[in-house]
């Protein structure tokens, strides 16, 4: 590209810039972009070497980083400066940061293959015995914020045994979904060593502190989809109806603690009151009730 524009610059001026645009390949757009992207570069050409010294001392900053070294320097820009600047001298190309190393955990995951998938190969699922799991986005503040809401779901009732909703999708809140979730199980009577745990293979569910809790403390079996979401339709489906029905109380609301009280009475509705067709009608904890369990 540079040396492309290099020969409109050399031969522009005698052959018309259209002429020879067309003769190279490129279009006005990109060059009247490059051109506004060289002026720029210009009128902020002092940033240019501290920027360049950032970028070889600390490959993997990011802008908002960026920003906090160059104050310190001196040269107090804001965010839009930096990011412009970045891309206008390809400084983004100096980043040398190698991709991480599979776990030993996800390395095990790749080598036993389809047999991580313990769904396919059980037979006479009892009540709370397979949940499945995912992480979602939930958008409030007129669609403009996002938390993430991870709910645990009972294969045969469709009960939402656990859930929790936080800002980041990370091992916490995952942690704190399945913590509410082992309560409920045990408080039911249910033997951890025959539930089984289904969902994709996030970072998250492949990390050593879901993992650790999980399979060595807690004892229950864990099981993954071969292909992402669409292995876990239990989950899709969830999330589809769940986002459906509460997007209009989800938008108006505020702040975080407002989009936990939604969401901690519309599982309430969703497990005691909301009729489910897959359950004759039958709301999940009433359907538990049913088959003599107190949900």
């Known amino acids: 590209m ?15 810039i259209n002429q020879t645009l067309a003769a190279l390949g490129l279009s006005k757009g990109t060059w009247y972009y490059q051109g506004d992207r060289k002026e720029y570069g210009e009128k902020h050409r002092a940033l240019k070497s501290p920027l360049l010294a950032i970028a070889r001392r600390h490959p993997h900053y990011g802008y908002r980083k960026v920003m906090a070294e160059l104050r310190e320097r001196g040269w107090p820009v804001n965010h839009k400066v930096v990011q412009k600047l970045q891309k206008a001298w390809e400084l ?97 009577g249910i033997k951890m060593r025959k539930v089984v745990v289904h969902h994709d293979q996030d970072g998250v569910y492949t990390g050593h502190e879901w993992l650790g809790q ?16 669409r292995g876990n339709t239990a989950m899709e489906s969830f999330h589809g109806h769940f986002k459906e029905e509460n997007h209009s109380i989800l938008w108006e609301q505020r702040d ?40």
């Open 214 to 229: 999980l399979l060595l403390r807690d004892k229950v079996r864990v099981s993954y989809t071969l292909n992402g979401a």
């Open 2 to 16: 540079a040396e492309k524009l290099g020969l409109v610059v050399g031969h522009g001026q005698a052959y018309g």
């Open 256 to 295: 975080l603690k407002g989009v936990i009280k939604v969401v901690e009475n519309r599982m309430w509705y969703y497990n005691d009151i909301r009729r489910h067709a897959s359950l004759d009608n039958w709301a999940p904890s009433r359907y538990l009730k049913k088959l003599g369990i107190e949900a």
């Open 92 to 188: 983004p190309l100096l980043r040398s940061v190698r991709r991480p190393r599979r776990s030993a955990i996800r390395r095990v995951v790749e080598q036993i293959g389809g047999r991580i998938n313990l769904v396919v190969r059980l037979t006479n699922i009892r009540p709370l015995q397979l949940l499945y799991t995912d992480f979602t986005e939930l958008l409030y503040a007129r669609d403009s914020e996002k938390v993430y809401l991870m709910a645990l779901i009972d294969h045969v009732s469709k009960l939402a045994v656990g859930w929790a909703v936080g800002k980041s999708k990370n091992s916490e809140l995952a942690l704190r979904a399945w913590e509410r979730a082992r309560n409920r199980l045990r408080r039911l």
